[in-house]
């Protein structure tokens, strides 16, 4: 199960990145969200409370 949640947030960390023309205005805001929720995640999940 953490291993799949892992994949999904992985995935959407590559899609937040601002890299296409209607995202540029957006920042590293979205993509530093995720990043974030990533790291807790993988924290958690090599702690074993996931």
């Known amino acids: 199960m ?8 992985v995935l959407i960390l590559v899609g937040a990145l601002p890299n296409w023309g209607y ?12 990043g974030v929720l990533l790291i807790i ?3 958690l999940a090599l702690t074993g409370r996931l």
């Open 2 to 9: 953490s291993t799949l949640l892992i994949i999904i947030l």
């Open 23 to 34: 995202s540029r205005g957006w920042g590293y805001g979205p993509g530093g969200i995720v």
């Open 41 to 43: 995640v993988i924290v």
